[in-house]
């Protein structure tokens, strides 16, 4: 079987939901509401689909609202990687996306980048608005061609709004199955959801993503805390985002209309057992971030919090996309793994996610690209069920 076109959909017809006659289910749940969550929320309502979202904490409460937002078309294509297909789709949808949306609600703009090197134990007090004044030597890495930046956490909220989905602040602590398909989700607190036959689930969970590798036995997902600091800035830094060498380490600095976002620090890979609301900076990472802009940016950040979150990682460092049909559950979808580049990613993988519920076949990227990234590519496993 062609397990790319696999998804097992069910043959129920939309019932009021579809305007476009292709949808076969009727509705969708979505468990997550980070940017691959709205994004498959958006897409699937697109197509007619009515979605019901459960989120543990908030929309865009983890990564997906703290992350830089930096895009790039062609980042991803070196060495044959699957994912640059995947990012050049998605970086024309957030052009549409910003069309629809308008820039300015979803801090679309585009951008150049320069890779900096940043000159040791100097400070830096002179102009914000000529902060590269800063930089001893730079290389332009990027143009607006192929540049590009979004405000995450407005785009992630935009998209959960666009879709009209129900959110449901609730936690999916387990998942019950029959042979081939989920029948109920466990919620925190006692209670189940059922899964009808005219409904599916996508499971876009970022680093929590374990939660399905423990139940349809997938491969262990990992997350890389990372640091990040928003420093409201007037007048406003010029719009190169810059990737910086400083003391060893590589931290990032990107401008926005009204505010600078900065970030790095990343610490080592490890499973997530905290819950979103509890992640937190560890106390070094918080003083080198807190040290590097105060560098680049005087005192304008002294009384800004340091937030925390994590890259979402698969074993192989690949998105995992795509039926868990291989898994048990022909009803079921997954979307997580997008490390660095998920809130570039997002919109195509929510694309993806919508044409494979509603069409059975995905069209928005290459066959090759589908296997690569399918949560297929780990059926050789053995189940733990
Ligand atoms: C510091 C930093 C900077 C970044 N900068 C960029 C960038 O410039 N460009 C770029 O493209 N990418 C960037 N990224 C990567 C990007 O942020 C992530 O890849 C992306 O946000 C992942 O989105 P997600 O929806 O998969 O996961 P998340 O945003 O982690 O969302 C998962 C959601 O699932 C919810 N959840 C968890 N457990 C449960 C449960 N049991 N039940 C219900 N809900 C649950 C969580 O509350 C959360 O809302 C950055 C990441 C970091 C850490």
């Known amino acids: 079987m062609d397990r790319n076109r696999g998804v ?31 994004s498959s929320a958006y897409f699937l309502a697109k197509r007619g689909v009515e979605v019901e979202v459960l989120e543990s904490n908030g929309v865009a409460c983890a990564a997906s609202g703290k ?16 994912v640059g297909s995947l990012s050049r789709a998605s970086f024309s949808l957030h052009k549409e996306l910003a069309r629809d949306f308008g820039p300015d609600a979803i801090g679309y703009r585009l951008i150049s980048a320069v890779a900096a090197n940043l000159p040791e134990n100097a400070r830096h007090e002179a102009s914000k608005a000529s902060y ?144 979103p609301d509890e992640v937190v900076p560890l106390e070094s990472g918080e003083r080198q971030l807190r040290a590097f802009t105060k560098e680049i940016l005087g005192s304008m950040g002294d009384n800004v919090p340091v937030r925390a979150c994590h890259l979402p990682l698969a074993e192989d460092g690949i998105p995992v996309i795509g039926s868990l049909e291989s898994n048990g559950a022909e009803n079921g979808v997954l979307a997580a793994g997008h490390s660095c580049w998920g809130i570039l990613n997002g919109p195509a993988t929510g694309k993806v996610v919508s044409e494979l519920i509603c069409d059975g076949e995905i069209s928005l990227i290459p066959k090759w690209v589908v296997s690569s990234i399918s949560p297929a590519r780990f059926a ?6």
Request: aromatic fraction near 8%.
């Open 380 to 385: 050789s496993r053995t189940r733990s069920r």
């Open 8 to 38: 097992g959909f069910v043959t129920v017809m939309a019932g009021g939901g579809s305007s476009t006659g292709n949808v076969r289910v009727r509705k969708v749940v979505v468990v997550g509401g980070g940017i691959v969550g709205a």
């Open 132 to 275: 590269l004044g800063y930089v001893s030597r730079e290389t332009v890495i990027g143009t607006t061609e192929t540049c590009a930046q979004v405000h995450p956490e407005k785009l992630t909220k935009a998209l959960m709004r666009g879709s009209s989905a129900t959110v449901t602040i609730a936690k999916v602590i387990g998942i019950n199955h029959s042979d081939s398909k989920i029948t109920s989700l466990r919620m925190e607190g006692g209670a189940t959801r059922p899964i009808a036959d005219d409904e599916m689930v996508v499971f876009a969970l970022g680093p929590w993503s374990n939660l399905v590798s423990k139940e349809l036995g997938l491969p262990t997902f990992y997350g890389q805390k990372a640091l990040s600091m928003v420093v409201p800035t007037d007048p406003p830094l010029s719009p190169y985002a810059s990737f910086t060498n400083w003391r060893g380490k590589s931290p990032e600095i990107y401008p926005r209309a009204d505010e600078a976002y900065v970030c790095g620090f990343g610490e080592s890979l490890r499973i997530v057992t905290e819950k």
């Open 67 to 82: 992350a830089g937002g930096f895009l790039a078309l062609d980042w991803n294509d070196e060495g044959g990687n699957p």
